[in-house]
């Protein structure tokens, strides 16, 4: 078991900001030596038309590209197996471990060098042994009904009622894997009363610290899979396109480190290549609006679209409504900008306190939504202002410490520890964070002042902003001692006061966009639709190449939600293939 107290220096360290910057633009580069090969194919005539028939002619066409021209002659190898699985992340590792112990000669290639892993922070669950032995209920009509309601109806709801259904299995399997090699998953199951959007009790956390707790996963599971006869990995093998023979998936092309390939998969291919967030001319054209709102990219520099692309070039569709997972935690300083989020590299400050219901204001000095909701919601109420205005202010005091216990905020933005909290959370961690919150104000991220109104002229409000901001300041008071929030209706457990000096802050928060959620639109069994809404046979798709399962918006209050889809559709796809 690993020590809860050695979570100081991993907590500061997300997962997705160990590989942005220069770590991002070195795998991007070397990916560049393996996706350049095309050669002539046959077969490609049919897959360069199905892209067409789901480009549109001024905006698709641009990032869906032609299918690449592969024939057998081109390949140095053929593999033969039963199960080809695309993507070593969460789906992917799930889905080959699955197809692996049900007995089916598995093949799981990676264009990295090495496994994604699986997400630490938060595998999503429903009715895990974890949860019942702390009596962590959940009605799975009421959670399917919520993740309903904040899609607005547009998603698959039959899909989120099966990870609801079979989470639970899911993730028992891996924590007695986990348990076998000494790593600990843990529960979040203290959830607070009383708040607007509900809060549920699904995030199991692998224990240990960040980055070697995921690296350590990885292997466990890399053994794991190799355990079983006939079963392999490759890295630093990249997914070129599909195979189709007869209207049937029956394989791949890939670029290895050396050879182009072809690889034979008699029961089915699965692709989890983790979705587009490292495809600039896709995310663009699809998610324009979203990217208008952020001050960098934290996703992994792999998900680059190729498995949506293969997809697609076959005849697969799209989901309609495009979709982010954005966390609000991004800080850039005064002189950055935010026309271009690819370009911030590792200059950027990625603050989880950011995620706290303190005060928020825009450039204007005014407040403008409910602190208190969900991660992306921020973004979506700023995309209202001009682009360039995108960003906003967070505003806190010299008592925040008192505040964020109040707060009991939950998943990953937990910054004060108690019984039952997110795993990552220890014993004063609030002391890490005054270094963190004086740090970012050398750095330029926050200011800090004596009072509200040097803090609105260092913030650079001018003289009818500075108005405003000091007058919603007051209002804020206001509403804090009445204990009642009229104007946007935050629970008053959430407010806050701005009279303890010093004052703090952010000069500018922006999104940071960790991966996309979007995806090729699939039927019940997880089956590619072509344009006729026919299921393309020979194919499953899971994790964030998977669409119909989110729509405008990540609802990050059932922490772990994504992951843990990735997780049980991908154990769920490994055992259907064996039937």
């Given at each position: 078991?690993?020590?809860?107290?050695n979570?100081?220096?991993?907590r500061?360290?997300?997962?997705?900001s160990?590989l942005?910057?220069?770590?991002?633009?070195g795998?991007?580069a070397?990916?560049?030596?393996?996706?350049?090969c095309?050669?002539?194919?046959k077969?490609?005539?049919?897959?360069?038309?199905?892209?067409?028939?789901?480009?549109?002619?001024d905006s698709?066409?641009?990032?869906l590209?032609?299918?690449?021209h592969?024939?057998?002659?081109?390949?140095a190898?053929?593999?033969?197996c039963?199960?080809?699985?695309?993507g070593?992340?969460?789906?992917?590792?799930?889905?080959?471990?699955?197809?692996?112990?049900?007995g089916?000669?598995t093949?799981?290639i990676?264009?990295?060098?090495?496994?994604?892993?699986?997400?630490?922070?938060?595998?999503?669950?429903?009715n895990?042994?974890?949860?019942?032995?702390?009596?962590a209920?959940?009605?799975i009509p009421?959670?399917?009904?919520?993740?309903?309601?904040?899609a607005?109806?547009?998603?698959?709801?039959?899909?989120?009622?099966?990870?609801?259904q079979?989470?639970?299995?899911a993730?028992?399997?891996?924590?007695?894997?986990?348990?076998?090699?000494?790593?600990?998953?843990?529960l979040?199951?203290?959830?607070?009363?009383?708040?607007?959007?509900?809060?549920w009790?699904?995030?199991?956390g692998?224990?240990?610290?960040?980055?070697?707790?995921?690296?350590?996963?990885a292997r466990?599971i890399d053994?794991?899979?190799?355990?079983?006869?006939g079963c392999?990995?490759?890295?630093?093998t990249?997914?070129?396109?599909?195979?189709?023979?007869?209207?049937r998936?029956?394989g791949?092309?890939?670029?290895?480190?050396?050879d182009?390939?072809?690889i034979n998969a008699?029961?089915?291919?699965?692709v989890?290549?983790g979705?587009?967030a490292?495809?600039?001319?896709?995310?663009?054209?699809?998610?324009?609006?979203?990217?208008?709102?952020?001050?960098?990219?934290?996703?992994?520099?792999?998900?680059?679209g190729?498995?949506?692309?293969?997809l697609?070039?076959?005849?697969?569709?799209?989901?309609?409504?495009h979709?982010s997972?954005?966390?609000?935690?991004?800080?850039?300083?005064?002189?950055q900008?935010?026309?271009?989020p690819?370009m911030t590299?590792?200059?950027?400050?990625y603050?989880?306190?950011?995620?706290?219901?303190?005060l928020?204001?825009?450039?204007a000095?005014?407040?403008?939504?409910?602190?208190?909701?969900?991660?992306?919601f921020?973004?979506?109420?700023s995309?209202?202002?001009?682009?360039g205005?995108?960003?906003?202010h967070?505003?806190?005091?010299?008592s925040?410490q008192?505040?964020i216990a109040?707060?009991?905020?939950t998943?990953?933005?937990?910054?004060t520890?108690r019984?039952?909290?997110?795993?990552d959370a220890?014993?004063?961690?609030e002391?890490?964070?005054?270094?963190?919150?004086?740090a970012n104000?050398?750095a330029?991220?926050?200011?800090?002042?004596?009072?509200l109104?040097?803090?609105?002229?260092?913030l650079?409000f001018?003289?009818?902003?500075k108005?405003?901001?000091?007058a919603?300041?007051?209002?804020?008071?206001?509403?804090?001692?009445?204990?009642d929030?009229?104007?946007?209706?935050?629970?008053?457990?959430?407010?806050?006061?701005?009279?303890?000096?010093?004052?703090?802050?952010?000069?500018?928060?922006?999104?940071?966009?960790?991966c996309t959620i979007d995806?090729?639109?699939?039927?019940d069994d997880?089956q590619?639709?072509?344009?006729d809404g026919?299921?393309i046979?020979?194919?499953?798709v899971?994790?964030?190449?998977?669409?119909?399962f989110?729509?405008?918006?990540?609802?990050n209050?059932?922490?772990?939600?994504?992951?843990?889809?990735c997780?049980?559709?991908g154990?769920m796809?490994?055992k259907?293939?064996?039937?």
């Open positions: 078991m690993f020590e809860k107290g979570q100081d220096g991993a500061r360290l997300s997962r997705r160990f942005t910057g220069a770590a991002a633009t795998a991007i070397a990916l560049g030596t393996m996706v350049g095309s050669p002539k194919a077969g490609s005539d049919e897959q360069t038309a199905a892209a067409e028939s789901v480009a549109s002619p698709a066409a641009a990032w590209g032609e299918a690449p592969i024939s057998d002659a081109d390949c190898e053929t593999l033969e039963e199960v080809l699985v695309v070593a992340g969460t789906s992917g590792y799930f889905a080959a471990a699955s197809a692996a112990e049900s089916l000669k093949l799981l990676e264009k990295s060098t090495a496994g994604n892993s699986v997400r630490s922070s938060a595998l999503g669950a429903v895990s042994k974890l949860q019942q032995e702390q009596g209920a959940i009605s009421e959670i399917v009904n919520d993740m309903d309601h904040y607005l109806g547009q998603i698959n709801a039959g899909l989120v009622r099966q990870w609801a079979n989470s639970g299995e993730i028992d399997w891996y924590a007695d894997l986990m348990e076998k090699h000494g790593i600990e998953v843990q979040e199951w203290n959830m607070p009363d009383g708040t607007v959007y509900h809060e009790p699904t995030g199991h692998t224990n240990g610290e960040y980055p070697s707790r995921e690296q350590e996963v466990v053994e794991y899979i190799l355990s079983f006869d392999e990995e490759r890295f630093e990249a997914l070129q396109c599909l195979i189709v023979e007869n209207d998936v029956v791949a092309y890939a670029q290895s480190k050396n182009m390939i072809r008699s029961k089915g291919v699965v989890a290549t979705g587009y490292y495809n600039q001319e896709m995310y663009a054209a699809l998610q324009p609006t979203r990217l208008s709102c952020l001050g960098t990219f934290d996703a992994f520099p792999t998900c680059t190729d498995g949506i692309k293969s697609l070039w076959i005849g697969a569709k799209m989901d309609a409504v979709t997972l954005t966390f609000n935690r991004c800080l850039l300083r005064a002189d900008s935010m026309e271009n690819y590299g590792t200059d950027y400050g603050f989880f306190y950011s995620s706290q219901p303190f928020r204001v825009d450039s000095g005014r407040r403008f939504h409910n602190e208190s909701a969900p991660y992306d921020v973004m979506s109420a995309s209202v202002r001009p682009e205005d995108r960003f906003w967070q505003i806190w005091d010299g925040w008192d505040d109040r707060f009991h905020t998943g990953c933005s937990v910054i520890y019984e039952g909290t997110d795993h220890y014993p004063g961690m002391d890490s964070l005054i270094e963190e919150i004086e104000v050398e330029g991220f926050i200011q800090k002042a004596d009072t109104e040097e803090l609105a002229d260092k650079g001018d003289a009818e902003a108005r405003t901001f000091l919603t300041c007051a209002r804020q008071n206001e509403n804090f001692d009445a204990q929030d009229p104007d946007f209706g935050k629970e008053a457990f959430r407010l806050s006061e701005l009279r303890t000096p010093p004052f703090y802050g952010t000069v500018k928060s922006c999104g940071l966009t960790l995806g090729v639109v699939v039927n997880l590619p639709l072509g344009q026919k299921p046979e020979g194919v499953h899971v994790g964030n190449d998977q669409g119909c989110y729509a405008g918006t990540y609802p209050l059932a922490a772990g939600l994504n992951a843990g889809r997780a049980t559709f154990r796809v490994g259907k293939l064996a039937e």
